[in-house]
Each structure stands twice: as C-alpha cells, then as structure tokens.
C-alpha cells in the first residue's frame, strides 16, 4: 500500500514538473495549473480551505484598510480616498464597515466599503457625491 502511494506521488508531482515552465530561479506552475485549481475549489471550497465563516481573517482595522485602499485607490484614485483620511472603520458581526471622513464645512461625499471579515468579499461599494 506504502508503495502505490508513493508511486501515485511521484507520478503526480512529475507531472507537475513536466508541465511547469522554468525561468532562472522560479518554477511557475502555469495557467493549467491555476484553471485545474479554480475548477476544483469552485466545485468543493472546503478542499483544503483555511476560510471558515467561523475565523476572522481580516481581524484589525489596520489590515482591513490595508485590504480596502488598494481597491479604492484604483477606482476612485489615490489622491481623492487619502483625503477621507481619516477613515471610520468598525468591525460589526463579522463585517468591516469602513468609510471615510470629510472635514467639518466641507460639501460632498465619502466612499463606503462593506467587507465580510471571514473571507473579504466586498459586500457594499458606493461612493457620495
């Protein structure tokens, strides 16, 4: 039984390798590897899965706006999020909700961003005017 296994590993790590393109000082899996990948977690995504809708992954304000920025930055643009800064953020049932501030007098709208906390699905993205 020892010897089967082990010889199902080899042939599937050789595979592996084979199928992988090199470059200098990194093997890269490929696309293949990456389309085999997706279809097997969209088919079952507890497969070895370390997301559970029972632990926070995004568990402190710090991460979560690190995780929120890049997005905002790149549809809104850096310039105009940073000047919502500083934002509101509080982490309610397992959701971040997460906007920014304006200062006081000051006429027009801030972004809102929901994140789930357990897997950092965007829930809610809107923007004020």
Same mark, same amino acid.
């Given at each position: 039984?020892? &010897?089967?296994? +082990? ?10 390798? &084979? /199928? ?7 093997? $890269?899996?490929?696309?293949? #590897? *990456?389309?085999? %990948?997706?279809?097997?977690?969209? *088919?079952?995504? +507890?497969?070895? =899965?370390?997301? /559970?809708?029972k632990t926070l992954i $995004?568990?402190?304000?710090? +991460? *979560?706006? =690190? ?6 930055? /790149? $549809?809104?643009?850096? =310039?105009?999020?940073?000047? %919502? %800064?500083? #934002?509101?953020? #509080?982490?309610? =049932? ?22 789930? *906390? +357990?897997? /950092?699905?965007i829930i809610r993205l809107? &923007?004020?005017?």
């Amino acid at each position: 039984m020892t &010897h089967k296994l +082990t010889l199902i590993t080899l042939i599937f790590f050789s595979s592996i390798y &084979h /199928s992988c393109e090199r470059t200098r000082d990194r093997l $890269i899996l490929g696309e293949e #590897y *990456a389309k085999n %990948q997706l279809k097997t977690t969209l *088919a079952d995504s +507890t497969v070895d =899965n370390v997301i /559970s809708l029972k632990t926070l992954i $995004i568990n402190d304000k710090e +991460t *979560a706006i =690190n995780v929120i920025e890049p997005i905002l930055f /790149s $549809i809104y643009g850096k =310039n105009s999020i940073k000047k %919502q %800064q500083p #934002y509101e953020a #509080y982490l309610i =049932n397992n959701y971040w909700v997460i906007s920014g501030t304006l200062p006081k007098g000051y006429l027009g709208g801030t972004f809102l961003i929901i994140v789930d *906390a +357990t897997n /950092s699905k965007i829930i809610r993205l809107t &923007h004020g005017k």
